[in-house]
């Protein structure tokens, strides 16, 4: 799944529009995950930006309460039992960090890559169904802090570090600025 829903305050316009290399980067990222699943859905609240795609627009149940009400909402809709959740401004991931992040969620309910900076990335992770239990409980007290689900101690939650999942920090970069978009065009 990947999450569009964001307002783009800082960046000025759509993110996940942005083009990179002639294409939206939403589009790079779903052409990434392709070889990954061909179950693809759209989180956004915005459901005519992404009608392009043809893969499913979902809209959030808690509108305004960010990210986890975006995975709460496909979790929601669809059956599966295993979600890859990415944010839709990551423009350097590639397929192998992925592959490698599935791979490792076996036996755990979420697979969240680290940084060696130490910054935790839950916008490009695994997570099981599992987790819609304490998702939807969080979410209806008013918490959306993403990382407050993993202070439940039913979840069970494997940190994964460069080395393990064979990724560079600068995998997981994100495009929150205009000054992001040029470092990354140039």
Sequence with gaps: MILA????RRM???????DIGGQPLIQVLIDRIRPLTEHIFIST???????????PV?????????????????????????????????????????????????????VIPRT???MIHPLCAVYRRTCLPVVDRNLRRGSNRFMDIFLDV??????VMPDEGKFKDSDL???NTPEDLHRLKL
């Design 173 to 175: 970069a994100n495009l």
């Design 116 to 118: 060696r900076d130490d």
């Design 12 to 18: 000025g316009f759509n993110k996940a529009l942005v």
């Design 58 to 110: 979902i809209a959030d149940e808690f509108r305004g309460h960010g990210p986890l009400a975006g995975l709460h909402a496909v979790m929601l809709k669809s059956q599966h039992s295993l979600f890859l959740l990415l944010a839709c401004d990551l423009p350097n991931l590639h397929v192998d960090l992925l592959r490698n992040l599935l791979t490792l969620a076996e036996g755990f309910d979420a």
């Design 5 to 8: 829903g964001g307002q783009s």
């Design 154 to 159: 039913a979840l069970t939650v494997k940190w």
């Design 45 to 55: 609240n915005d459901l005519f930006s992404y009608t392009f795609l043809d893969y």
